[in-house]
């Protein structure tokens, strides 16, 4: 329900008194005299007030006033007119009712006024309390003009005017602090004209005064409190101009700063996009080829600089770019201020050129590959600045009109979209390709589809045992994952581990890898097996504060200890782990989890790791032992693996034990606990119980421990 408001309070009570003296005055009072004068102003009136009521009502979205006010203002002043002519035995107390209806209006429009504009709530107070007061005071008197008649008509007039007029003196006192003049004038106006009409209605009752006066102050006082009450809408047409116009206003500077990017001086996105567009009308479905372009290795200077320093080499680049293309009319020009000016500042560190193959009678390509050769040749070999310089490399990603898009913004999204490939591919050109889109598409596909998957428990989960070749006794197990998307063939972890990262549901995958994994422990001890499980997770998970606690409490789900789970991270994710990922793993290691290294490649680095925390497991990729000659570097390389991490006491398995070859020659090097396809394809939960039994009846020398 709304608000019951000061200016509803008084719409709704004007408009009653007005509709219920009009009801009873009609039929009871009406004569059949008439008086020209006054029918006269009845029409002046109504011509006045019906243009002032259109124009309120189609500015309204605009307007700062109401066409209640005027609408209100105007019947009261046709009932006082009315009431003077066609009224005859209660004549005196109708025109006294309208009088005070109409000098209500009068007092109350501009109040309304300033409730609307003023934003000083002690002020607000103060006009709400005025608004109330004179509606009261104008009610009282209706009331008892009416309804106790032996009240002197005079007495009764002049205490309701004073009444009226004192209150409004006091709102315009305090309202008149920081007013200026004009504002303070409209406020004192209708109060000077309610002492005129007033002064002229008692001398009318006196009989001192004839009632051609009071139609004539009647219609000058209405006049006049129409022109006040909407004194800002008049204001609001006189200063109203065409938007067109708008553009003149701009001064050369603030055209300059709104299309110009003000780091490089170079035209912006928008801007180059105008002209890119306008030329692309002009030369109809002729090709155009946008050239996006970034450095890619600037990221370290803002590391070092910061973005304000910079700025001042980011400069230097865009003035070598600009100074080598300044000249080459293939290009566009994107500048309507500038001369010359064919290359733009898009987001970020991409700049752009457009170039006009449309007259190329050769391959294309060609053109656009020498144009990338020659800016990556304008830049210097070192840019420097307070002691720092960098070798500025260039990458490009470029897309045709009509080929690779119908639009200008399309057209330069889709380069932008091959420079970000070009990127990742380490690539200095590369060309836009539906394929990569059709890629992008299926992968958004392949995200949902893997969601769904993972909510439906739709993945196969099975465990890879990790056995001592020597005496067959059972070490280990890791836990695999499959996952059929719509294809015969499953995919394994490391084949959807991304879709898992793009769509953010790499966490939720390991939350059920972490329970699935305390589930297969659980199910081990059941048949006395006691040994570790171990899980890959992946970068992101190290960032979950909610890790160790989830593995925790799982444990506690299933009753098994935490120190039968090991997680296994890549080395390169160990390296490059920054604070928070390396807190995660001491606490990892705090609360029981072992810890392995997946594919260890014994570098130096890795080694000043293993030094600084107990690793509970490394494994090497043994798949290259295969009897080839093209594998002999990699035997060396793995029988030096073997051979540093025994030295070292490292606990080692090997994987990727697909064959008897790679088995017989991982055991001359000395390796011991393996785990591969050779061994073991997998085996699901349901029937690890049978595997066991028939592993110990055809190895009776392995044990359970």
């Known amino acids: 329900m709304d608000c019951f408001t000061p200016r509803r309070f008084s719409y709704s009570l004007i408009s009653a008194i007005i509709a219920i003296f009009w009801l009873f005055s009609f039929p009871a009072f009406s004569a059949e005299a008439s008086f020209n004068f006054i029918e006269f102003n009845i029409s002046f009136v109504l011509g006045l007030t019906l243009p002032v009521l259109l124009v309120a009502v189609l500015m309204k979205p605009t307007s700062v006033t109401h066409w209640v006010f005027p609408t209100l203002l105007s019947i009261s002043v046709l009932s006082l007119l009315f009431s003077l002519t066609y ?24 109040l309304f006024n300033e409730l609307s504009s003023n934003n000083n709530a002690v002020e607000i107070k103060s006009i709400r309390t005025s608004i109330y007061l004179i509606n009261i005071g104008a009610v009282f008197y209706l009331l008892c003009l009416w309804f106790t008649p032996q009240i002197n008509a005079y007495f009764g007039w002049a205490i ?60 000058i006082t209405f006049v006049a409190a129409l022109t006040n009450g909407n004194w800002l809408l008049l204001q609001q047409i006189i200063n109203s101009k065409p938007t067109g116009n708008a553009i003149e206003h701009i001064s050369q500077e603030e055209l300059f700063a709104f299309t110009h990017d003000p780091a490089t001086n170079l035209p912006n996105y928008q801007q180059a996009l105008k002209c890119f567009e306008l030329k692309q ?87 656009i590959d020498e144009l990338c050769q020659q800016l990556s040749m304008s830049v210097p070999e070192a840019m420097s600045f307070k002691s720092f310089s960098l070798n500025f490399e260039l990458a490009f990603g470029i897309a045709f009109t009509g080929e690779h898009g119908d639009n200008a913004a399309e057209v330069i999204e889709h380069a932008t979209d091959a420079l970000l490939l070009a990127e990742n591919q380490q690539l200095a050109i590369n060309y836009y390709d539906h394929g990569t889109a059709l890629y992008t598409e299926r992968q958004l596909l392949n995200m949902e589809v893997l969601k769904q998957d993972l909510a439906d428990d739709n993945l196969y989960w099975y465990l890879q045992p990790q056995i001592n070749l020597n005496d067959k006794n059972i070490k280990g197990f890791e836990l695999m994952v499959h996952w059929y998307n719509g294809g015969d063939k499953p995919l394994e972890l490391h084949e959807f581990i991304e879709i898992a990262e793009y769509s953010g549901d790499v966490y939720y995958l390991t939350q059920k890898m972490i329970t699935q994994a305390c589930s297969a422990l659980f199910n081990l001890s059941r048949f006395g097996i006691y040994q570790p499980v171990s899980i890959n997770l992946s970068s992101t998970d190290l960032l979950e504060p909610e890790l160790v606690d989830y593995i925790e409490k799982q ?67 043994c798949q290259y032992l295969g009897n080839t000659d ?76």
């Open 555 to 621: 444990a506690e789900k299933f009753a098994v200890s935490t120190k039968y789970l090991i997680v296994e991270l890549s080395e390169s994710v160990m390296l490059s782990a920054n604070v928070r990922a390396k807190s995660m793993i001491d606490q990892l290691k705090a609360s029981g989890v072992g810890i392995a290294i997946d594919n260890f490649s014994g570098s130096y680095e890795s080694l000043r790791y293993l030094r600084k925390m107990s690793i509970n497991q490394v494994k090497i990729d």
């Open 281 to 367: 009308k002009s030369i109809g479905r002729q090709k155009l080829a946008a050239v996006v372009l970034k450095p890619i290795n600037f990221q370290q200077v803002n590391s070092v600089l910061g973005h304000h320093n910079s700025d001042i080499l980011l400069l230097q680049l865009a003035y070598c770019l600009q100074k080598k293309v300044a000249e080459n009319v293939q290009l566009l020009e994107l500048d309507s201020v500038g001369i010359n000016i064919r290359l733009a500042r898009l987001q970020s560190l991409h700049f752009l050129v457009v170039v006009d193959v449309s007259n190329v009678k050769h391959d294309r390509k060609s053109v």
């Open 87 to 110: 009224i005859g035995e209660l004549q005196t107390t109708a025109t006294l009712s309208f009088s005070v209806i109409f000098l209500a209006l009068i007092y109350l429009w501009p």
């Open 160 to 219: 309701i005017n004073f009444v009226l007029l004192i209150i409004g003196l006091i709102q315009v006192a305090k309202l008149s602090t920081d007013k200026l003049s004009l504002s303070l004038s409209r406020l004192i106006l209708p109060w000077v004209l309610g002492i005129v009409f007033s002064v002229t209605m008692f001398f009318w009752l006196t009989g001192e005064l004839q009632k051609t006066w009071i139609v004539v102050l009647l219609v």
């Open 630 to 705: 093209e594998s002999r570097a990699e035997k060396a390389i793995v029988n030096a693996l073997v051979n540093l991490a025994k030295t070292m006491k490292l606990p080692l398995v090997g994987i990727g034990i697909d064959n008897s070859t790679v088995e017989q020659t991982f055991i001359s090097m000395g390796g011991d606990i393996a785990q591969g396809t050779f061994i073991k394809q997998g085996i699901v939960f349901d029937e690890l119980e049978i595997w066991i039994k028939a592993w110990f009846r055809d190895n009776p020398n392995a044990k359970p421990h």
